[in-house]
């Protein structure tokens, strides 16, 4: 634990973590370009002490690293957000009039949350082959632009796009194209040197522990690019601060701009219930706070916050108003709710404590 954390945010994180029943958290926040703070209490599910370099199943916060390689490759010109899907993947179900890469990003393509129910079973021998051509042959469920419905989908199509203008893989594209150049350790589709966090509450089908959601390698080597990035908190952290344009030079300015902007109008939406508002703002790649109610961050990280969270029970979010931005992290999955709970008085205990840095 690092002796200049803030004590007011340490001692909410052990409220959090005894209220939540869980074995471990840990919390990074960062102002700006000062120092990054990090301080970890407990252990991952197994009993494994969590430190500085633990590496988390981060689920879909993956989608901020997917948005950013595609913005990238914006950035160079190869393609534009406007381009319709068509352009690229002619082949695609969803490539109807109205889908763009910008409405991809932004979650209003008109897309399922996920594939069809069978058109890849999660069974051992699925792989990203097989999901990505699952996400091909996915039809649209409505109309582009009328609802924000966030998909799954729709960042597969877009990882397919990355892999096929960038020449690699998708996961050697996100490495050159964003871990890399950001200084993020991070795996997708392999297995890392050193065992990843285990979390609670991860069941797989049936009771089977050899298809646990976030724990096994099974999972781990399906490298999808919605959800399955293992990286450090301040690797997570590092993705949400690229949008904030840290470091300079990674976005141009414009593209950075206009991925924080809400790009959906009065559209409503979002997740599953009760994930689901009247209004939902959305940018490219990043959730927008908004006033969304309930959420994860809280409103006074400002109507203009924005982040992503992920089921394995992570938030990354940032402040553009403040440039604070921070990442909290548990040893058990968001689904019995402590992260929707506890998420928004621990982050107002570091906006407070991180404002008067």
């Keep these: 634990m690092s002796a200049t954390f803030p ?8 409220e959090v973590l005894t209220s939540a029943r869980m074995n471990g958290i ?21 009993g494994r002490p969590l430190t500085d370099g633990s590496l988390f199943p981060v689920a879909s916060v993956t989608k901020l690293a997917t948005a950013l390689a595609v913005l990238r490759l ?14 690229h993947l002619p082949e695609a179900a969803a490539a109807q009039p109205g889908v763009t890469l910008r409405r991809l990003l932004c979650h209003i393509a008109g ?15 699925l792989d990203w082959q097989s999901l ?18 966030y998909s799954n989908v729709g960042y597969g199509l877009l990882a397919i796009i990355v892999a096929t203008h960038s020449g690699w893989p998708f996961p050697k594209a996100l490495q050159e194209l964003v871990l890399e150049p950001l200084g993020i350790e991070g795996y997708l589709g392999e297995e890392p040197p050193r065992p990843p966090v285990m979390l609670a ?11 646990e959601p976030f724990n096994s390698p099974f999972w781990r080597s399906l490298a999808m690019p919605w959800a399955g990035l293992l990286t450090t908190v301040e690797g997570a952290l590092k993705l949400v601060q690229a949008f904030l344009g840290i470091p300079s030079g990674f976005l141009r300015p414009e593209t950075r701009a206009e991925a924080i902007r809400n790009q959906v109008g009065e559209l409503g939406g979002g997740y599953v219930k009760p994930m689901l508002w009247d209004r939902c703002p959305w940018g490219l790649g990043p959730e927008l706070r908004g ?13 203009g916050s924005f982040g992503h969270a992920g089921a394995s029970g992570i938030l990354a979010w940032a402040d553009p108003t403040s440039g604070v931005a921070w990442v909290i992290a548990g040893t058990r999955t968001a689904a ?22």
């Design 7 to 14: 004590s007011d945010v340490q001692r909410i994180a052990s």
């Design 26 to 46: 840990a919390v990074g926040l960062a102002r700006g370009d000062q120092p990054f703070l990090q301080f970890d209490l407990g252990t991952d599910a197994t």
């Design 74 to 87: 914006v950035d160079r010109g190869i393609m534009a957000l406007d381009d319709p899907l068509a352009l």
């Design 111 to 125: 897309l399922p949350m996920d594939v069809a129910h069978g058109a890849a079973p999660y069974e051992l021998g």
């Design 132 to 149: 990505a051509a699952a996400c091909l042959q996915t039809p649209l469920a409505q109309p582009p632009a009328t609802r924000v419905q």
């Design 201 to 211: 509450d991860t069941r797989g089908p049936e009771g089977r522990p050899e298809l």
């Design 291 to 303: 006033r969304k109610s309930p959420h994860w961050a809280p409103l006074e990280a400002g109507e």
């Design 336 to 357: 019995r709710g402590w992260l929707l709970r506890r998420g928004p008085a621990l982050g107002v205990a570091i906006l407070a404590a991180a404002r008067g840095v």
